[in-house]
């Protein structure tokens, strides 16, 4: 690892990885060049690879959002911050060309930074940490030889995504079949490339997952980087010389990245004009919380509308994972398989609201039995979270405001919301609730023990768990209708509650 780019690490510096921009979808692109703008004044940005969700050649650099990207990055160069990307998986035939025109550089092995007190980091992307998944890495081989990168240097831009699109589906496919063990990044090849490049800390991404450890007692230090804009995802060269989490943002091992952080996520969101009183500002969220069937969905639904918002269904979102989980007939239990259908799936929402996946309509699939049987130990792993939080917080970046509703959203993907309300009901109430919905109310007695069961495994799971936020106001519901619901809401939003 002798050939490796060494670069100093001033204070400052900030280190990314995993953020799979796709150039034709607003969807996350819009956000990070906003980041990207707040990013200027930081000395150095280092890229851990997948910057983009694919790359085929320059043709790209032509599109709309190849320009705006280069755009970006040449605009952080010129401004005096230092970008260095090394290419992932996805991104791999980044090279000389793209490296020129958006005034950064392109290191395919990895580079080492040197902190200011002298110690050396050793960045990869981290898919070469993967030495026990043969075929990804005969397939690594292939795409990285010298042919297809002279291909990929010429393909027409169509000819390009087509390839892509395939490349992907046969990825997201192989992903989901394979054992988690032999996709995992291997301890010893990452402890052995430590040593060799004589780096006391090794950074990479790749896995999606935050982790920070030390790779054997007394050994090299390991940080794997979070998906961009989830825990754990922006490291920091503080004013002394450490690299950690970036400051403010929750230390990054039990952040979720609220909404407000600075710098910290691609998707935050501004801060509401016009305080936060009762009237309805631009990029106002106002969200809700509370057990199944206690009819946050209903609500949320009829509230936007009112308000002329945009309505977020959080638990559609789990529930859309779950359903190509039982597709695929992947183990509900296999946490890692479960994340990287969260990470790779499709969802969007339509103007009223209703969930696509992969573009296909996901209603009324994602509400049948089996989904609800599952759902629950589906979104307790902690990989679907962090996965789908961050599309939550990108939608409503997206949005000029929004009425969310799920589990957490209270505590964990909107924090900072401008309303929040817990809404709540006995079991029973709700069990004749979702009765009625089914069209079954001969079946309340099993649909309540159903509830009960999902209550418990949402409020005990290790990851987020069911709880009220201490300044969300309580509407028990029980006797209520939609439309009381809904008037108690607005009035609690006019009185200028903070909610």
């Not at 030390?214 to 503080?238: H, K, M, S, Y």
């Not at 409503?396 to 309300?421: L, Q, S, W």
């Not at 004749?432 to 409020?459: C, F, N, T």
């Not at 209520?480 to 509650?497: F, K, S, Y």
Request: with cysteine; aromatic share 4%.
């Amino acid at each position: 690892m002798s050939s490796l780019v060494r670069v100093p690490l001033p204070p400052g510096t900030l280190v990314i990885a995993d953020l799979h921009l796709d150039l034709e979808r607003e969807a996350g692109l819009g956000a990070f060049l906003a980041w990207a703008e707040r990013a200027r004044g930081a000395p150095r940005i280092v890229v851990l690879g997948d910057l983009f969700e694919y790359w085929f050649g320059m043709a790209q650099a032509r599109s709309a959002g190849g320009r705006r990207v280069l755009a970006a990055l040449a605009g952080l160069g010129a401004a005096g911050t230092a970008v260095e990307i090394v290419p992932g998986n996805r991104d791999f035939l980044l090279g000389r060309a793209f490296a020129a025109a958006a005034r950064c550089r392109v290191h395919p092995a990895g580079l080492v930074g040197r902190l200011p007190g002298g110690a050396d980091v050793l960045f990869l992307h981290g898919d070469e940490l993967a030495t026990l998944d043969r075929g990804y890495r005969r397939l690594r081989r292939l795409l990285r030889a010298a042919p297809v990168r002279l291909l990929g240097a010429h393909l027409p831009a169509p000819l390009g995504r087509a390839l892509a699109g395939r490349f992907r589906r046969a990825s997201r496919r192989a992903v989901a079949r394979k054992p988690p063990a032999i996709a995992a990044l291997q301890r010893g090849e990452a402890r052995e490339r430590a040593r060799r490049a004589g780096a006391g800390t090794l950074v990479c991404g790749h896995a999606h997952v935050f982790r920070d450890e030390l790779l054997e007692p007394g050994g090299p230090r390991w940080i794997v980087l979070g998906a961009f804009g989830t825990r754990g995802d922006v490291l920091e060269v503080g004013a002394a010389g450490e690299l950690g989490p970036r400051a403010g943002s929750g230390g990054g091992w039990v952040d979720l990245r609220p909404p407000s952080s600075i710098l910290g996520s691609p998707f935050s969101l501004p801060a509401p004009a016009g305080g936060r009183g009762g009237r309805i500002s631009p990029r106002m969220i106002i969200a809700l919380d509370g057990p199944a069937g206690s009819g946050k969905s209903t609500v949320a639904a009829r509230l936007a509308e009112e308000l002329g918002l945009a309505a977020l269904d959080t638990g559609a979102m789990y529930r859309a994972v779950a359903w190509v989980v039982l597709a695929r007939k992947i183990p509900p239990a296999d946490g890692s398989a479960c994340a990287a259908v969260a990470r790779e799936v499709r969802l969007d929402f339509d103007e009223a609201g209703r969930i696509s996946i992969d573009g296909a309509p996901g209603e009324p699939g994602i509400r049948g039995p089996a989904v609800t049987r599952c759902v629950s130990e589906v979104a307790a792993h902690e990989g679907v979270r962090a996965a789908i939080v961050a599309r939550q917080r990108e939608i409503a970046g997206r949005r000029r405001g929004i009425v969310a509703e799920g589990r957490d959203t209270t505590t964990v993907v909107f924090p900072d919301a401008d309303h929040k309300f817990f809404l709540n009901a006995t079991s029973r109430e709700r069990a004749r609730r979702r009765a009625l919905q089914e069209g079954a109310p001969a079946r309340i007695g099993a649909i309540q023990r159903e509830i009960e069961r999902r209550d418990r495994l949402d409020s005990t799971r290790a990851i987020a768990p069911l709880r009220r936020a201490p300044e969300a106001i309580v509407i028990e519901t029980d006797g209520l209708t939609v439309d009381e619901v809904v008037a108690r809401i607005r009035a609690a939003i006019d009185a200028g509650g903070r909610g």
